[in-house]
């Protein structure tokens, strides 16, 4: 299995640019969720899905954070506009089911927001 | 809401000691809890889990760690420390709310270093 991919691996951009993170993941798995870590604050879990739907994004910063599953193999989270304060990495995790709880994450984008 | 908290952010071992990373959680009710490790520039890989069977869990690369209710504490040990255990470790909780398990909530972290 090629677990959970997440695109690009690192992305460096100017402040006021929208930025799109891409996540596909391990196929099957019905949950998705995606998390953010930082110095400061360490891994905060930002939304997550299950069966394309979104459960809970109530970790979700601001409004200009967005996040769509279209389907069961492709989620985005878009930052527009980004802010310097968005630099962090950004984790994409997949579980078989909602119930089962061991997440499998990816690699991580690396934000840099100059 | 449960919350993690991990004490030390970092702790450093001997090769060949001991490791011992301390965790107590928050729950209102039963929790089920993780410990993961990352390495440098990489994801999350799961070490072991805790969901209400057996209190004491073992996971990979010989780690284990003991559910302790009445302390409230998931402590991850390793009876020897290896200088390829040397990452980051993170505890997280969960708890099923709604039919289904919410997101991870994790600790901030240690950071093991592993002399030699």
């Known amino acids: 299995d090629a677990g959970v991919i997440q695109s690009p691996r690192h992305e460096v951009t100017e402040m006021g640019q929208e930025v799109t993170l891409r996540c596909k993941p391990i196929s099957g798995h019905n949950s998705l969720f995606w998390y953010r870590q930082t110095m400061m604050r360490g891994l905060e879990l930002l939304i997550y899905f299950n069966n394309n739907v979104p459960i809970d994004d109530s970790g979700m910063p601001e409004d200009r954070f967005s996040a769509k599953m279209p389907n069961a193999s492709f989620s985005t989270l878009k930052i527009q506009p980004s802010e310097p304060r968005d630099s962090a990495v950004y984790f994409c995790?997949?579980?078989?089911?909602?119930?089962?709880?061991?997440?499998?994450f990816g690699p991580g984008t690396r934000l840099l927001v100059l | 809401a449960q919350s993690v908290t991990q004490l030390g952010s970092h702790v450093s071992v001997s090769e060949g000691a001991l490791v011992l990373l301390r965790c107590n959680y928050s729950s209102s009710v039963p929790p089920y809890l993780f410990w993961y490790v990352q390495y440098p520039n990489q994801g999350l890989q799961l070490l072991l889990k805790?969901?209400?069977?057996?209190?004491l869990v073992k996971g990979i690369n010989g780690f284990e760690a003991e559910f302790k209710k009445s302390e409230t504490s998931f402590h991850l040990t390793k009876p020897s420390a290896h200088m390829s255990d040397a990452a980051e470790y993170f505890c997280?909780?969960?708890?099923?709310?709604?039919?289904?398990?919410?997101?991870?909530?994790f600790g901030k972290g240690t950071h093991l270093i592993i002399q030699p």
């Open positions: 997280a909780v969960t708890v099923y709310s709604g039919g289904g398990a919410d997101g991870l909530t």
């Open positions: 995790a997949s579980s078989l089911t909602w119930d089962q709880e061991t997440q499998y």
């Open positions: 805790y969901t209400s069977a057996a209190t």
